[in-house]
């Protein structure tokens, strides 16, 4: 148990559904962080949040929307999804921004059909 | 691009020896952290380097750091085949919060 809860744990969908994926941190963390893992590349970083507020968007498309509503909670929001969006969707938190040892859920895999 | 490039991307031992990896970055760094991915999980936090320090220990994991050579190892001893997993190394760069992660080292341990 990592202290942060990741749902769902496998999602598929069609390209023009709309879903949310879901993270919870218990560990008091002030950041949390999206990343997208796809096969033989480097973790993409994707959106930071540091006490609730986005400070970063590291150019990710239009059609992944992140939530952050408190410091526990972080939401992928995703619609009009593209094939090349299949990958593992990790969620991390750190006590707080600064290069600290990141804590990861266990993913989403999405698969986009 | 500040990102940690693992070498090599695979390696195969036998239970029992030692596991060498290496991480090679490109500008100056605040710290250097290791972790490590099992099939179907998350990323585990394994060890973190700072960029004053030249070795660091955790139970049978041994990372050194060399700032002007800009690579690090990871060395696991007497391993075991608990140890199958990706090992990634993760650079934090001087005046950025961010953590850069490598594509990883995938380790199988044969019993």
């Known amino acids: 148990e990592t202290g942060v809860t990741q749902t769902p744990r496998h999602l598929v969908m069609g390209m023009t559904n709309k879903k949310s994926l879901k993270c919870e941190q218990h560990l008091g963390h002030n950041a949390m962080y999206w990343y997208k893992q796809s096969a033989k590349k480097p973790l993409e970083l994707m959106f930071v949040y540091n006490f609730k507020e986005q400070t970063e968007n590291n150019s990710v498309p239009s059609r992944f929307s992140p939530e952050c509503p408190n410091s526990s909670h972080l939401f992928l929001h995703l619609h009009t999804l593209q094939p090349e969006d299949s990958a593992l969707y990790l969620c991390a938190s750190s006590q707080d921004g600064g290069n600290q040892p990141q804590h990861f859920g266990d993913g989403t895999r999405l698969s986009i059909l | 691009s500040q990102q940690g490039e693992e070498d090599p991307q695979a390696l195969s031992i036998q239970e029992g ?5 290496n991480c090679s970055y490109k500008t100056s760094i605040n710290n250097l952290q290791w972790y490590r991915q099992n099939s179907g999980r998350g990323l585990v936090h394994l060890i973190l380097i700072r960029s004053n320090e ?4 955790s139970g049978r994991l041994r990372v050194t750091l060399d700032t002007s050579k800009k ?12 140890d199958t997993a990706s090992y990634f190394c993760a650079t934090a760069a001087l005046n950025d919060y961010k953590l850069s992660f490598g594509a990883g080292t995938t380790v199988t341990v044969r019993a």
């Open chain 2, 17 to 21: 020896e030692n596991a060498t990896m």
């Open chain 2, 54 to 57: 030249r070795e660091k220990h």
């Open chain 2, 71 to 82: 690579s690090s190892s990871l060395l696991i001893t007497a391993s075991r085949a608990a």
